[in-house]
């Protein structure tokens, strides 16, 4: 790994920790935050390796006892939580954002960028976060959809446009993400 990889991981792991700024809105037992934002920024622009990466040193540092969640909250309690599904699904949603980014890669545009960050970014982290959310909260399935996922569905998607905007920029300007090499063939 190369000092800019380092260096990009940490500055995404930041910029999740800086989108906690931003607020929580508490509408039940999972606030809704922005930090889903860095998230879907992560792997829309370093890629499904740095991406998952950085959001697994955020985790670290959340888990050390830095109070960087939007709740101002940090430590191994957050991960008891009902919110603990969601968080933990941070860094493989950045893995498969970053993962569908790749592949999409050489015909990369806004749809493209928007299917990634929804695939990832809503898909993957609901999928996590809603189970966990029931087992902890004690609650039915239909009941953590309710309180753990429908809330969140008109901000996430906003998020996830955003994200791909972003992520379109940044691969015209400066793409952090290597353009796929072809195979070739030997003769």
């Known amino acids: 790994m190369k000092t800019k990889d380092l260096a990009y991981i940490s500055l995404f792991a930041a910029i999740t920790a800086v989108l906690g700024l931003v607020p929580a809105i508490n509408v039940g037992p999972v606030p809704i935050t922005a930090q889903t934002l860095g998230v879907m920024l992560a792997g829309s622009i370093l890629g499904a390796r740095r991406g998952f990466l950085s959001q697994l040193l955020f985790l670290v540092l959340v888990a050390l006892g830095l109070p960087l969640l939007a709740s101002g909250s940090g430590g191994l309690a957050v991960f008891a939580l009902p919110s603990a599904g969601y968080l933990l699904s941070w860094p493989i949603a950045a893995f498969v954002i970053g993962l569908l980014t790749e592949r999409f890669w050489v015909r990369y545009n806004l749809a493209w960028g928007i299917v990634a ?43 996830a446009v955003l994200a791909a905007a972003v992520a379109v920029q940044v691969r015209r300007s400066y793409p952090v993400i290597e353009r796929p090499q072809r195979a070739v063939a030997v003769r």
């Open 117 to 159: 960050n929804v695939v990832g970014g809503i898909l993957v982290i609901y999928a996590i976060g809603v189970p966990v959310l029931a087992a902890i909260a004690n609650l039915s399935p239909g009941a953590a959809i309710v309180s753990g996922a429908l809330p969140f569905l008109v901000g996430d998607t906003v998020k």
